[in-house]
């Protein structure tokens, strides 16, 4: 979130006030405060004023500045004082019914699973497996365990059904004033961006902005462009200012920088902390053995091991992954998620009483293709602890948003009725023939969508792509690929007369160049 003109700033100062105290930096700020009262240059009759200075010429209030930043990006916009939690969460009924009705739909076939292979949600790992695993811990993709009879709790095609499913119950069907929303899946109204005003919020797209990405421009040469940008890079890092580091990323980021980049703009900081609590996850993981594990495993065998860039990095994988799914500072995203953590009843030690507690404890249950969220961030960071950190902070501001239900203008939902109105509105005989031939647009999209792309592009290519991701704050950038996609390959997609035809056309995009084609899509047709 960042703040909305005329929302009262003392709300949201108070709540960044609040979240802000006992952390890290906040411990620091404190120290470095004191500290500083012994300096010389500190006078007790301007001592608020001196402290102040010398706290920005220690770098400090840079840090803070970036701490409060990184706040703005992830609070919840604040609503009436007296509206329910829920509401904030999602303010539409229809939506959150959708998303409880489909959280129930995954924690019974999490549980069916359980009952038929007679395996425990969690057991306690003998100390022999404890510290065969220890020894393991770099190496574990050599020793998985047999997977065969695991399979995905759902794949994204099963979470499309539910998509399409949708429907505003306050809505009279009689009344819709358009045809064409009858003619995509997503039968929803909600309020997306046009191409008009998509302009307006990507100007640093359009061809009077150099771009990393593009190889030829007409009115600057583009050695000239990146080496110019590449000077530019290095003063923002320099700098370290997440703001100026976002902005940078708009015009992408250099290969050289974009690691340092990304840290910064997520204000993702190698702190002891984050090395501390890393460490602490991984002894979670050696201790205990969770039914999860298994549909990790199996992810990362199905998709990442699979892949020609990502197959190398599958220690990495496990590593990451397993960590991530017993991190319990990741369920304070469920107060701006729409999504609630899924809970399941166990036993107390004496078997007397059932309690429910939160499963997997991080509240996030793998699906399939969900180690690709983490894969191309294997290329930027080589030490487990700082991909990490990224890998979370990029999965509570974006990634969740791409598997739950939501009106949120970056939410799945918008996102697919975005794509589908892209290519209604400017593509119209294209849709019209690719509904009629049975192959919906959405269908052979909706994976490219759920994904970010991972696994589709090549990786140079997905980055670049990412990069913006960052640097507009939005995954709407997604969607105006998918749709530029479509518009790229149109020639070829008039000519099929199935769905099957329709997706060979669509199946490699690994030669595609990102950049190029959002644009064209955006800034050169004639809508």
Wanted: aromatic share 10%; glycine share 4%.
């Amino acid at each position: 979130m960042m703040m909305d003109e005329g929302s009262d700033p003392s709300v949201t100062i108070a709540q960044i006030v609040q979240r802000l105290k006992g952390t890290y930096l906040h411990s620091q700020l404190e120290k470095q405060a004191k500290e500083c009262l012994h300096g010389p240059e500190i006078k007790l009759e301007s001592l608020k004023d001196d402290v102040r200075r010398w706290l920005k010429a220690s770098g400090w209030e840079r840090k803070l500045q970036n701490a409060v930043y990184r706040e703005l990006h992830i609070l919840p916009p604040p609503g009436h004082p007296r509206a329910p939690l829920e509401h904030t969460k999602e303010p539409l009924a229809y939506m959150r019914k959708a998303q409880a009705g489909w959280e129930k739909r995954i924690m019974k076939s999490l549980n069916s699973m359980c009952t038929e292979l007679g395996i425990p949600l969690a057991r306690k790992r003998p100390v022999p497996e404890q510290k065969e695993l220890t020894k393991k811990w770099n190496e574990m993709g050599t020793d998985e365990p047999e997977l065969t009879k695991f399979r995905p709790v759902y794949a994204p095609k099963d979470f499309l059904e539910v998509l399409i499913g949708l429907r505003n119950p306050n809505n009279d069907r009689s009344e819709e004033v358009t045809v064409r929303s009858h003619w995509g899946l997503i039968q929803v109204s909600l309020n997306v961006c046009d191409i008009s005003q998509m302009r307006e919020t990507y100007p640093e797209l359009s061809f009077t902005y150099g771009q990393l990405g593009i190889d030829d421009h007409t009115h600057v040469p583009q050695d000239l462009f990146e080496s110019e940008h590449i000077r530019v890079g290095k003063k923002v890092v320099s700098a370290q200012d997440s703001a100026a580091a976002q902005q940078y990323s708009r015009q992408g980021c250099p290969t050289g920088l974009r690691a340092q980049l990304w840290t910064l703009i997520l204000n993702s900081n190698s702190d002891p902390e984050d090395l501390t609590h890393y460490e602490q996850l991984k002894a979670r993981v050696i201790h205990h053995d969770l039914l999860v594990d298994n549909l990790i495993y199996k992810d990362v065998k199905l998709t990442a091991s699979n892949d020609d860039y990502y197959f190398v990095f599958e220690d990495y994988l496990y590593q990451v992954l397993l960590c991530f799914s017993r991190d319990t500072s990741v369920l304070e995203h469920f107060n701006y998620n729409s999504a609630t953590p899924p809970k399941s009843s166990i036993h107390s030690k004496s078997g007397s009483e059932q309690y429910s507690v939160v499963y997997p404890p991080n509240g996030v249950i793998p699906f399939h293709g969900f180690s690709m969220y983490v894969a191309p961030l294997c290329f930027l960071y080589n030490e487990p602890s700082k991909l990490y950190s990224v890998f979370k902070e990029m999965y509570i501001r974006y990634f969740f948003r791409l598997h739950s239900i939501s009106s949120h203008p970056s939410g799945l939902v918008s996102l697919c009725l975005q794509f589908e109105r892209l290519l209604q509105t400017h593509l119209p005989q294209l849709f019209y023939h690719l509904r009629e031939i049975g192959a919906q647009p959405l269908r052979i999209a909706f994976k490219w969508i759920v994904r970010a792309f991972s696994g589709y592009l090549s990786t140079d290519q997905l980055l670049l792509l990412w990069d913006r991701i960052l640097g507009y704050d939005s995954l709407e950038i997604v969607t105006v690929l998918a749709a530029a996609v479509f518009a790229f390959r149109a020639e070829n997609l008039m000519e099929v007369t199935s769905l099957a035809s329709a997706e060979a056309v669509l199946a490699d995009l690994s030669t595609l160049k990102v950049m190029p084609l959002l644009q064209i899509f955006l800034f050169a047709t004639a809508f």
